[in-house]
């Protein structure tokens, strides 16, 4: 039988482990978002302006990038921000991490999709959330 405190988990322990699903689950949230906004300005499209259920109206190539350069922003300050809220300590390090990673797959689906624009808000938006990290746990987080 294992004593009582082997048992017991402990919060940091916890929060290590769930760190990266729950960092992933932020992103999701940012995802589904847009798709929700997506949705939801179909519905303002012209009937005779569908086609094969892709809305064809002037307006909505436009509405289109901003949902996508939208989603992907606030993806980017979501992973950030709860990557680093959600670890127990090293939060300046765990957002640098956060940062790298999450840049280095914006990159990727940027040049797979040719979404430039997203890119560029993407990176902005993160590297904005980076410094609000640093700057308010910095070095104070290596405890």
Known sequence: MLPINIMKLDS?????????????????TAVFLGIAILAAGEAFCPAGRVVSGWCNANWYSIFFESVVIFSSSLSAIFVV??????????RSFVAKL????????????????QAYLALAGTLVCGLGSLWVVVKRWGRASAK
């Open 98 to 113: 956060v940062f790298i990673t999450g840049s280095a797959v914006a990159i990727f689906m940027a040049t797979e999709t």
């Open 12 to 28: 940091t322990i916890i929060r290590w482990i769930f760190l990266v699903p729950v960092t992933w689950a932020a992103w999701y």
């Open 81 to 90: 921000m709860v990557g680093s809220y959600m670890a127990p300590t090293h």
